[in-house]
Structures are given as structure tokens and as C-alpha cells.
């Protein structure tokens, strides 16, 4: 896979990344609440979001997943 270097990064740390991607808007909605420039219910949406985009993250890893393993080259 040494052609395809983005796929062999979410190949091998794909779980990892989807996790960070996912905890980002929560991380930026709770320094907001903290710093005064956002309401409360910021973080509970965040929060939502965050897993709304964990869960696409992580359905995108598994395609990755799958096409390596059956249609790349070994």
C-alpha cells in the first residue's frame, strides 16, 4: 500500500483518529461554555454531534478496512 499513503494512515489508525475527530466539537463547546462565549446547551449538542460524527467516522474506517482487504494488492 506503499501508493495509497492516506489509505495505509486509516488503515492502521483509523479507530484512533475517529475518536478524535468525534471528541472535537465537544472539547470546543466545553472551553467555550468555560471562556463565556457560549450558552450551556452548547455542550449537549456537541456532545450529539460528536457522536453523530464518530459514528460516520467509524462506518468510513470499516470501508477502509474492506477495501483493503479484499482489493488491494498485498
Do not use: D, Q
Request: aromatic content about 8%; glycine content about 6%.
Amino acid at each position: 500500500m506503499e501508493n495509497y499513503p492516506v489509505i495505509a494512515l486509516l488503515h492502521r489508525h483509523g479507530k484512533t483518529l475517529a475518536l478524535l475527530v468525534a471528541l472535537l466539537p465537544f472539547l470546543g463547546a466545553a472551553t467555550m461554555v468555560a471562556t463565556g462565549f457560549a450558552p450551556w446547551p452548547a455542550v449537549p449538542c456537541a456532545a450529539l454531534a460528536g457522536a453523530v460524527i464518530y459514528v460516520l467516522a467509524r462506518s468510513y474506517v470499516e470501508l477502509i478496512h474492506i477495501i483493503t482487504e479484499t482489493l488491494m494488492p498485498r
